[in-house]
């Protein structure tokens, strides 16, 4: 009967209920979209920095980083190497050598990052067979071949084919030189990228360096990014001696972003159910205070305090109840749709790393959290018109008869 | 077990402000069971106020209110409405009924209170919306009918927590004077046949009339008690 009488209430003032049930889609709405908005925009970028740039996690000795000494190499990286390409959840990984040394051209000198692989591992982890613009993906040039970025080539003023002289330190810290002709350019998003990294084959470097056997980095991919930082963990527990990062440690400040925009889809939501609350509260304080005699009588003729308490809160929990699925309905048509057809944003956010065109995405849990949170919000605006209604006096509001 | 179902001694209420109010003063009333009494007296001369006490909506400042021989004082607030429940009906001058529901949910709404079985709620709500009249309104909304119609309602309302007494505080008030008259001659007659004990308060000449028991406030006092 007390939901009977909520139910009727409702549509006492269809108006009324219309409006707070839309405000409840709509906040949902614009909490799940603005989720989706920058979820999508985040994914967007991990997946560039992990496919492109980093892998999901890596093996180094420790401090190889710092300076890439050639000593600091793994002495095991290939055994380490097939172990964990045995692992369900790995998709490639590409054992790397690296080296920093100076390339010099005809006309210019520069420091760079000679990074030693082999062609299909490396294509298999980060794609970057995919990304050649000129040349050939290491094929054509017999002898000492060289994949450069288009900025490299810019800034040396080399073209395909062009000799290019890299002098770099061996194993034991000797300066060394070796030519290589360019094979291929190549170019990815992210510029600063380009600029430092050329590539070479393992072997040609491995004969330069006066490594034999050893990797100075394990790049590996995985079928799925969260478990990244379980994986390193894992790993970092089998081999205590090397040190190994996943995606969020490897990219300067990326595990801080992570977390930040996290926080920041919380803000969103939070602001936006902020003021859903305080609609929703006036509007049923309104319902209350319309009623208060009526309210007074069901308290005189024996109806307790605590079933005039629930038969309000009743009254908010129904709306919510409408309201709640249908923004959820309209949040997820929305989200389905971008998230296929993509938001243009016309290269607004080009210069920070992102990429123009957006294609929103929650995941099942945000849903679920933005829901969790309406609930919530709609339960606390329920309650403080509720205890407006039990505050009345029955014999003051029946004195009003 | 006391005699009488309604029984004050020396109740009074004063409403505390710039002003005190003695609102009702020193009053002994005895009401037994099957009468039918109105209270009458000026407007403000505390006849709501006297039949807020004696249903337990408000609290004496001195005195004792005993209702078949249980003191309300020495029920808390909770026990109160609970008392209410059980043993009081009421009929107020308007608002009387829930506007969402039914004639016959409106009368129902107190059995649901009382957790009574669906059977014995649908049985009795037939019986009482004959009794007044309205069994062929039972599915009307209170917009739907009429001032006086709505009052009879009210009453089956009130009756259908089968209580001790009725209490009607200016119930045609608001109405004209055949719709009046009809509602009188009602609770009159559920008196008679059933028993039922009313206490009503009026201003109104015409239907002081019809009571069995007159009692007369001026300024909170009682100045006359006639039976007839
Ligand atoms: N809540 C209140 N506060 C102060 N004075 C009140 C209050 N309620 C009633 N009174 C005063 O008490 C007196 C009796 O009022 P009431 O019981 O309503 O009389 P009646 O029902 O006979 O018109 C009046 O003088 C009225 O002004
Ligand atoms: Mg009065």
Known sequence: MLVKIAWRNIWRNTTRSVVVIIAIALGLWAGVFASAFVQGMMRQKIETVIKAEMSDFQFHRPGFTDEYLAKLYMQNGEEIR???????????????????GMVGSAKQNG?????????????????????VL?????????????????????????????????????????????????????????????RMNVYVRQDDLRKLIKIETGLHEIAVSLNDHDLADPMATKYQVIHPDLSV??????????????????????????????????????????????????????????????????????????????????????SWAFVTYYGVNGIDLGGAYDEVGFSSVIYPFLDGRSYLDVTFMVVIMAIVAAIYPAIKALNLNPVEAIRKI | MSKFVIETKDLCKTYEGVVPVQAVNKVNL????????????????????????????DRPTSGQMLVNGQNLAELSDNQLIDFRLKHI??????????????????????????????EQRDARVEQLLEEVGLADKKDSRPSQLS????????????????????????PTANLDSHSAFNLLDIMARLNKEEG?????????????????????????????????
Request: net charge negative; glycine share 8%; hydrophobic share 50%.
């Open chain 2, 147 to 170: 001032g006086g119609q709505q009052q009879r309602v009210a009453v089956a309302r009130a009756l259908a927590s089968k209580p001790d007494f009725v209490l009607a505080d200016e």
């Open chain 2, 89 to 118: 009906g009421f009929v107020f001058q308007s608002y009387n009924l829930i506007p969402v529901l039914t004639a016959k949910e409106n009368t129902e709404f107190i059995m649901l209170l009382q957790k009574l079985p669906k």
């Open chain 1, 82 to 100: 097939s172990k964990v390409g045995t692992e369900e959840s790995v998709i490639a990984s590409s054992g790397r050598l690296i080296s920093m």
């Open chain 1, 245 to 330: 990062q996943s995606w969020l440690d490897l990219a300067t400040g990326m595990r801080m972003m992570v977390d930040m925009i996290d926080v920041y889809i919380y803000y969103i939501v939070g602001i936006i159910l902020v003021a859903l609350l305080f609609s929703i509260l006036n509007t049923m304080l309104m319902a209350v205070l319309e009623r208060v005699r009526e309210i007074g009588m069901l308290m005189a003729v024996g109806m307790t305090k605590g079933k005039v308490f629930f038969m309000i809160m009743l009254e908010t929990l129904i709306l919510t109840m409408i309201g709640g699925p249908l923004g959820l309905l309209i």
């Open chain 1, 134 to 194: 000129d040349g050939e993906y290491f094929e054509g040039v017999m002898r000492n071949p060289i994949l450069i970025s288009q900025a490299t080539a810019e800034k040396f003023r080399v073209k395909l084919k062009s000799k290019l002289i890299l002098t770099l330190q061996d194993v034991d810290g000797e300066i060394i030189a070796g030519a290589f002709r360019v094979v291929g350019i190549y170019k990815t998003e992210n510029v600063m990228f380009d």
């Open chain 2, 30 to 57: 005895q009401i037994e069971d099957d009468e039918f009494t109105a209270i009458i007296g000026p407007s403000g001369s505390g006849k709501t106020t006297l039949l807020n006490m004696i249903g337990g909506l």
């Open chain 2, 196 to 228: 039922i004990t009313f206490v009503f308060s009026t201003h109104d000449q015409r239907v002081i009339e019809r009571a069995r028991r007159v009692v007369t406030l001026v300024d909170g006092e009682i100045v006359s008690d006639e039976r007839k």
């Open chain 1, 111 to 131: 420091a760079i990052k000679i990074v030693g692989i082999d062609p299909d591992d490396e294509a298999a982890v980060t794609g970057l067979n995919e990304q």
